[in-house]
């Protein structure tokens, strides 16, 4: 369909959305998708604006931005005050000015100080993903009563399944009440007569949005509350909301751990530049600190003239050590996200990677001595007289190097956490970047010690 | 605590328990972890029956088996009876024989024959997470009657949010009710009345487990059901659980990403010969597949004899080759993994890849050419006098390695998902390896070219 996109004539655009009216938002923003944003909003204006406003409603659908820039100021405006707020203050951070203010300007006042307010929360925080639209009732009401306040504000509410119990002096949250007890409860008996045993959990806006994703799968809620240091309600963060926090952090995650910047946007509609700028910043840091390994050969010039044969196993032995380190980095970055290891349990890691370390070294390592013992005694390749020496170098520098780049690649996402940064961010290359200078003077010392009087 | 608890005495866990009693199932699973199976089993015990099946109810207990192994076979038994059947077929799925039978056989005849339908599963299948317990009522019913049906099973079910309506006669799934909608009902009227306008979303028990996590996502539903071939419904994927499987995928993604086999148990619970095969198995294929980069250096002896400078940069190009590789990779794996990408648009990928590697490959080409300037003419290191003709050799091979590279490691994941495999499998160690020979050969020929006549 892209690729035809331009093709699309306002006759057909009309007979679609004829048939798009019917369809499901979900599959109405995969049409609008493959199409470009002019075509898009020409699409968006035709449906009814109930339509529209559910599809513009769905995080999925791209170039939000363009295509409000495309309609009418009172259309987008329209648009806008009907989608929930959490998802019209999404879209609000990324338009660009003037837009911005045209748009925010043209909402209702309320409206408008609802999206400035979420707005203001940092990127990331529970604040920032939450919705203010809840149902909240006074805990002096009776079931009867709240039943009837839910299906008046039904329709408009995005959830309704956890009703909120405020005080009705200090207006505090002091319960969450599952619509469920509410529909099993005695209708005259008062609201609280509903509600489970324990305070309900609570989060404050500026906590990681990941902390809210915890708690609700943790404990298996539908939506949590955000409340302010006084404990009053200022919203609520949806079990819908945290699948997609989940899935879109995994994503950076996935990204960062292949060593580059995380990118927002698919693959397929990201630019070019904006393509290099996220890759080429990791790869040349990478780069530079690589450089450290011609540095280290450079100062082992001699011994590799008197003994080139060194030079034959050198990816080789490097590439180990990065991978076993990449194994370990990615174990640990995943424990430490999922909260299964602390900060504090680094020294436990430690003291498991250096046997795992040795076992799997000493493996390769074998299997390292026996590749050069049967290509010298099958005349596959000549190692030269002291083949054995050879062999035995490789062998005792692979245990080393995969020792360290296990015990490398574990520690590095605590040094991370611990200074602070994003465990995450310690990617398969940075490990094997980190543990290739050093598996060449572990592999060159090595050597010296083996060989010395023979080769060296 | 963990490393108390072998000190922890009968009375200590009496009182423990009886303060454990008032706290959260997650609280109480979080304190079961920290001690041993033995220990864990006697707190189990002393907790009220109702409170010991909610903690049995969560999927973060560990070591469940060996818990249940330690309780009387009775107390096991109504335990398992009470937790919630796609639980409990999770547990049996661990359990070892013969307690597995023995247990399995305690069952009444009902619970068993619907645990042994869920064992029978396949692994990763939406039917392996159902569970059995939905409300469903016939079309017949008023909402009143619906109303009262879950004031009834309120305390039983798992979720009562969806009310899905059987054809009475057919007893295929006609249609999914949502709770918020039947209250705001008129009682009077058939339940139909307060359907949506389409069809309820359904999906195969064979299907895999995130395509359901798809459809509640995609949707924001709650629950999906689950229904045969002839459209009667067999259970219901509730939310929860589809967060607890995304976040188990991606935990797996992420270890087989990192170069290993992914594993089911947290970091400090897995034993150690477990841990090694876990890894040993991938660390071995990859240096096996590795030595080909001996192989290709031993047919580049006689160039290495006569321009040792060459291997000066082996590792430095071999690495940037990877990294580049590994960025494409964990790229295009998420893109696939969300289905921004599908299969068909692998060209669509290869034409950005080549420019953006040529791109990236010539800023680091840059960069090296720079380095080997800079040391010769500062005088830090000796290239020889054609190194001019050196810088140009890794200049060059440098935008040739990280074409290859990017290329290589975004068709991977294209090639794997298309021979059946998952392309999650496709590890950075995994396209480093790759790249790694082709890099060597890549360098050596374009020395080739580059030096003839001069240093080779």
Redo the contacts between chains.
């Keep these: 369909m892209q690729d035809t996109s331009e093709t699309i004539t306002k006759e057909t655009l009309a007979g679609q959305s004829g048939d798009l009216a019917h369809e ?1 938002a ?1 599959e109405i923003v995969e049409a609008l998708n493959a199409r470009e944003p002019a075509d898009a909003a020409k699409l968006l204006r035709s449906l009814p604006a109930e339509k529209a406003i559910e599809v513009l409603d769905l995080p ?1 659908l791209d170039n939000t931005c363009e295509i409000l820039a495309e309609l009418p100021k009172d259309t987008a405006v329209s648009l806008l005050s009907g989608v929930s707020d959490d998802r019209a203050a999404d879209i609000f951070k990324e338009l660009v000015e003037p837009l911005r203010t045209t748009l925010l300007n043209g909402l209702n006042p309320e409206t408008r100080n609802v999206i400035s307010g979420l707005l203001a929360y940092p990127e990331r925080s529970a604040g920032s993903i939450m919705t203010t639209e809840f149902v909240s009732v006074p805990s002096s009401w009776t079931i009867a009563e709240v ?1 009837h306040h ?2 008046m504000v ?2 408009t509410r995005e959830t ?2 956890s009703i909120f119990v405020i005080d009705p002096v200090k207006k505090t949250l002091i319960q969450a009440v599952p ?3 509410l ?2 409860g005695d209708p005259h008996a008062n609201v609280l007569t509903a509600a489970p045993a ?1 305070k309900p959990l609570m989060i404050s806006p500026e906590a990681d949005r990941m902390e809210a994703a915890r708690l ?5 809620l ?1 939506a949590v509350a955000v409340v302010d240091g006084p404990g009053h309600i200022l919203g609520i963060v949806t ?2 909301d ?3 926090a ?2 879109e952090e ?2 950076e ?3 960062k ?4 910047e995380a ?1 927002d946007e ?3 509609r990201i630019g ?1 530049g904006e ?2 700028k996220k ?2 910043g ?3 840091a ?3 600190s ?2 450290l ?2 540095t280290a ?2 100062s082992y ?1 001699s011994e ?2 008197r003994a ?1 044969v060194l ?6 032995i ?3 050590g ?3 380190g ?10 430490l996200a ?1 909260h ?2 602390r900060l504090r ?1 680094w020294w ?2 430690a003291v ?1 990677e250096v ?2 370390g040795i ?2 070294g000493a ?2 390592g074998l ?2 001595v026996v ?1 050069i013992t049967l290509w010298q005694t099958l005349g596959l ?1 000549d190692y030269g007289p002291h083949w054995v020496l050879v062999a035995a170098t490789v062998g005792v520098a692979l245990i080393g190097i ?1 020792t360290f780049g296990s015990l490398c690649g574990s520690m590095l996402p605590f040094i991370l956490k611990r200074i602070g940064f994003d465990p995450a961010s310690a ?3 940075f490990v ?2 980190l543990v ?1 200078v050093t598996g ?1 003077v572990i592999y060159f010392g090595v050597a010296a010690v083996i060989l010395r009087g023979t080769l060296l």
């Design positions: 499901r979900p999925g039943l839910i299906r039904e329709r309704v399944y619509l469920r007890r529909i099993s324990r609700i799968s943790r404990y298996d539908l079990v819908d945290v699948i997609d989940i899935v995994s994503t995650d996935a990204q751990f292949g060593g580059m990118i698919p693959y397929l070019f393509m290099i890759r080429a990791w790869l040349c990478l780069f530079l690589e450089m390994t011609a050969m450079q010039q590799l003239e080139i030079t034959l196993f050198i990816p080789l490097m590439s180990s990065g991978n076993s990449s194994q370990a980095t990615s174990l640990l970055i995943r424990s999922l299964e290891v349990d436990r890691v498991r046997p795992t076992v799997l493996i390769l299997i390292g590749r390749f995969v990617s398969a290359p094997a970047t290739d060449l």
